[in-house]
């Protein structure tokens, strides 16, 4: 292995999934450790889809250390590439966790089942990921039970989505005809087998060429020829993938395949391997000046995306998500924030696969944990010389706003001490109303209130009641001119608030009352992200 950060970072690919719940995230993150080696692994990644869907048991496994954590990133290697695959959140609703850990995706596969297309929870996560422009590649899955027209699929994307679609396979019908897939590029066909009953491998067979004497054999006339018919009006009819394009953000190469059955899957990764991008440059100021961090920049440097507190509620641990985006990591190397604060990462975190090892040496794209109590917080960036600051690590605006109180009134302190540890880690936004004494605390997902309810309870040994709040919508706002921020800040001071780093923030009571003050007050920025600076 070269030690050299460039050369590394040029095969890594870091990358995460999203998808509708049940469109097989879950299923496709197993057959992805399978191709890369760690069989193990496969029921062990079932286990936890099925945990998921009750919250109770997801919160216990959240809370027995290991699990959560290991699974948050899986690195494996396939080909000579080395893979960081970085989990999304899968339950019903999300979290910031999920749009923070895009933050430190280079790219992202967006899986879709293939009788339904595009479902809401595809278009927001969708959206996250264009605000980012992260190049995403389809995977269409379950192509082994019966599926919407691959044309209309592809519309629906081209339409919703507003991205180019370049089939780089072509499926053999679906469901109990579904043969397998034409290569769009090289001309051969990928036949699909059914797996016996309990088989680990992958259902591909030898690629048949065309002209040869196996190519299409055994598929039945009538899949043969609406595959050749279809196959031909994709060619002809759809756009062509184009690196430049996908890099961009503007076109999405599309898979097709069954996760369960094992099928494309393989293809699949191929295409990560050879288009999706590597480690990216990355934005930061550094010492003063702005500029873009380039992976094979010799000084170590990254960003924390994510904080896993309290597992053992005994010790306060804490675990920072350290995304590297330049230089060679070494363990027992000291990084700094840009505050000055060192940590010596003597015993950093590296997840092979389901293992939680001790990582000796880290590159461009992986993440590693840093253990910590306390100190580090989601955003920080940390380098050798604590002289870089990466920018874009965003706070989104929350959709729901609760006031919180404490059951017992003497607990009122704690309950702020605690929130604001909450607060920073990200399980929730605190926000402090400028008149008034309740604290309001937002999220981007109902889950999350039970998430902190369970969390106060548990950890702090606080009972909490969350109301219903007057407000809707909270809003991060600024003004080129300090005079016109204050100006309004003071007429306003009834729906001011500020979040745990005191900056300002309006509450509005709806978002169409958002949308009149913003008219009525041009000069003032109303924003639904927070991007922090460091
Ligand atoms: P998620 O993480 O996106 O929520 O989805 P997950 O992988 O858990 O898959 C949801 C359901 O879809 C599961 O069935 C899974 O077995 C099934 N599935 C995933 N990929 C495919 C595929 O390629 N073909 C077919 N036919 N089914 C697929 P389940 O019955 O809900 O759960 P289980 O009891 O089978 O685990």
Redesign the pocket.
């Known amino acids: 292995m070269s030690a050299d950060p460039a050369t590394e970072a040029a095969r890594r690919r870091t990358f995460a999934i999203i998808?509708h719940?049940?469109?097989?995230?879950?299923?496709?993150t197993e057959s992805l450790l399978l191709a890369g080696g760690a069989i193990h692994l496969a029921g062990a990644v079932?286990a936890r889809?099925?945990a998921r869907r009750t919250k109770s048991d997801w919160m216990k496994i959240e809370r027995e250390r290991g699990i959560s954590v290991s699974s948050s990133v899986m690195m494996f290697e396939h080909d000579g590439m080395v893979f960081n695959l970085l989990d999304t959140p899968?339950h019903e609703d999300f979290s910031e966790d999920t749009y923070r850990t895009l933050t430190a995706a280079d790219s992202a596969i967006m899986?879709l089942d293939a009788a339904k297309g595009i479902e809401p929870q595809t278009l927001k996560l969708f959206e996250v990921c264009r605000l980012r422009d992260i190049p995403i590649t389809t995977f269409i899955?379950?192509m082994?039970?019966e599926a919407q027209d691959p044309f209309a699929l592809l519309d629906e994307i081209h339409s919703k989505l507003a991205m180019d679609t370049a089939p780089m396979y072509w499926p053999a019908a679906s469901g109990q005809r579904f043969a397998g897939m034409l290569d769009l590029i090289t001309d051969e066909f990928v036949p699909f087998r059914r797996l016996e009953a309990g088989e680990q491998g992958f259902a591909n067979e030898e690629r048949q060429k065309r002209g040869g004497n196996d190519f299409l054999l055994g598929v039945t006339d009538d899949v043969r020829a609406e595959l050749e018919e279809t196959a031909e009006l994709a060619r002809d009819g759809l756009p062509k993938f184009d690196l430049q394009a996908f890099r961009e953000g503007h076109l999405t190469p599309v898979y097709f395949g069954?996760?369960?059955?094992r099928f494309g899957v393989l293809e699949l990764l191929a295409g990560l391997g050879a288009y999706a991008p590597p480690p990216r440059m990355q934005k930061a100021v550094v010492k003063g000046a702005q500029t873009e961090v380039e992976p094979g920049r010799n000084e170590v440097s990254g960003f924390v995306f994510k904080i896993q507190a309290n597992m053992d509620p005994k010790h306060r641990d804490r675990v920072g998500f350290f995304r590297i985006s330049s230089g060679r990591f070494q363990r027992g190397m000291t990084l700094k924030t840009a505050a000055g604060k060192g940590f010596n990462v003597h015993a950093p975190l590296m997840f092979m696969a389901q293992e939680r090892e001790i990582a000796d040496e880290a590159f461009p794209g992986d993440v590693i944990g840093i253990p910590s109590h306390g100190g580090l917080r989601v955003g920080d960036s940390l380098s050798q010389s604590g002289e870089v600051v990466f920018q874009g690590i965003p706070n989104f605006a929350p959709e729901i706003l609760k006031r919180v109180r404490v059951k017992d009134p003497l607990k009122q302190k704690h309950l702020r001490k605690a929130l604001e540890a909450l607060g920073e880690e990200g399980v929730t936004q605190v926000f402090k109303p400028v008149q008034g004494g309740d604290l309001v605390v937002g999220a981007v997902g109902a889950l999350q209130f039970d998430v902190l309810d369970e969390r106060m309870k548990a950890e702090y040994g606080l009972e909490v009641i969350f109301e219903t709040s007057p407000y809707q919508a909270a809003r991060w706002i600024s003004a080129d001119a300090r005079a016109d921020l204050e100006a309004f800040v003071d007429k306003s001071q009834s729906q001011m608030a500020e979040d745990v780093d005191g900056s300002p923030v309006y509450l509005g009571k709806s978002a169409w009352e958002i949308g009149y003050v913003q008219d009525k007050n041009p000069k003032v920025r109303f924003s639904a992200v927070k991007e922090r600076a460091a």
Do not use: H
């Not at 069954?258 to 059955?261: I, K, N, P, V």
């Open positions: 998808s719940p049940d469109a097989g995230k879950t299923t496709l079932a889809g099925q899968g899986v899955n379950k082994d039970r069954s996760a369960l059955r």
